[in-house]
DNA sequence: ATAAACTTAAACACTTCTGCTTAACCCATT
DNA sequence: AATGGGTTAAGCAGAAGTGTTTAAGTTTAT
């Protein structure tokens, strides 16, 4: 068993990146394709996102539904309703509204355009107070 | 691509776990094994630590090495020894002695045994004084 | 417009992981 | 000593991931 996700091949190539060098030159010096080295890098990096992922489904096993932020809100919106339920239940959330916007954002840029949220959020809390996205 | 390393199965079965039920309870709601739940289980376990020691290597990336806890030494002289690299390389570590200390037993229960270390630990220190444990 | 950097797709041999079964085992409690 | 909860090991078929190559395709900067 690997200790982890990541090749030594995978931790090479980031390695190189880190220092700046070109896919060419790591190519070279690794003596195979660029195309390899794409193909590589690539891989690293959805290996990362999966390892992202997997550890925000352990959050969300500690953690309730709270809402689902609907595609087209616009983020000030979603911040309130947040707060709105999580009063509901109870709970203090312990983000204040630039934070909680920040982390959401945060958590999948891709699903935000300006200030308006593009595919449903679904958020989670736990008894902490702590919020997840998913 | 699965987007998680954890597979739907190893999900299920977290999520039963988390529920509180044995393992003999969820193979009869799932119909298989006990052993066949134990194994899911098991690897789930893995999936997770792999996805942590995964993101681990990414905050190395970032750090360089700052010094080598040799194991048999116990954690006042790990903080002290960490303190005193950290200045000498002329960045302020962000942690007190007591969280550094914390954080040194989170990174990896399993190589503390009462104030001592057991095995070596790798210490990176990054810019911001933010500290990892290999 | 040219070149350098990077991405993508298809295909391939290889390796590793997954869920599952069976059968045995450990370790507390009762 | 029996029970219930959990673990382990060997083995297997099917699925998924890995590193490569080749060849064509973008992007981006000069």
């Known amino acids: ?16 990146r880190k220092q ?3 896919q060419q030159q790591i190519a070279d010096i690794i003596d195979t394709s660029k195309a390899n080295v794409c193909t590589i890098e690539k891989a690293a990096m959805e290996n990362i996102k999966k390892a992202k ?7 969300t096993l500690d953690a309730t539904h709270l809402c ?19 009063e509901k239940i109870g709970i203090k959330v312990r983000y204040d509204t630039i934070s909680l916007i920040n982390r959401m954002r945060d958590s999948n840029p ?3 355009r ?3 949220i593009r595919e449903d959020i679904i958020v989670y809390i736990n008894e902490d107070g702590d919020i997840y996205f998913n």
Chains 1, 2 share one sequence.
Not at 1 to 16: D, V
Not at 53 to 59: A, D, K, N, S
Not at 72 to 77: I, Y
């Open 114 to 116: 300006a200030r308006y």
């Open 1 to 16: 068993m690997k200790e982890s996700l990541l090749t030594e091949r995978q931790k090479e190539i980031l390695r190189y």
């Open 53 to 59: 992922e997997t550890l925000e489904f352990l959050y």
């Open 68 to 86: 689902t932020i609907k595609a087209g809100s616009d983020f000030l919106e979603a911040a309130k309703e947040i707060f709105n339920e999580a």
């Open 20 to 22: 700046g060098y070109t």
């Open 110 to 112: 891709e699903r935000f």
